[in-house]
């Protein structure tokens, strides 16, 4: 089980590396209630270190669980 969860976190990780490669500016859309703004439009942008970070640190838990034993049972 950890295994898995581990992989998962990473192979997240590093889907999230590679979204911030490829984007420079994320835009959140207002959130409606009635016709009025609850909460306004906001700009999301990565920093420069955030997709490299994010790419080595999701590929070394990938490593790191394929590192782990498996159970057998």
Do not use: N
Not at 20 to 48: C, N, S, W
Not at 56 to 70: D, F, P
């Amino acid at each position: 089980m950890w295994r898995s969860f581990f992989l998962a976190v990473g192979a997240y990780v590093c889907l999230l590396g590679f979204e911030a490669l490829a984007i420079h500016k994320a835009v959140l859309k207002p959130q409606m209630r009635g016709g009025q703004v609850v909460t306004p439009a906001r700009d999301v942008t990565p920093p420069e270190w955030a997709p490299w970070s994010l790419l080595a640190g999701g590929s070394i838990v990938v490593l790191y669980s394929l590192t782990l034993m498996r159970k057998s049972g």
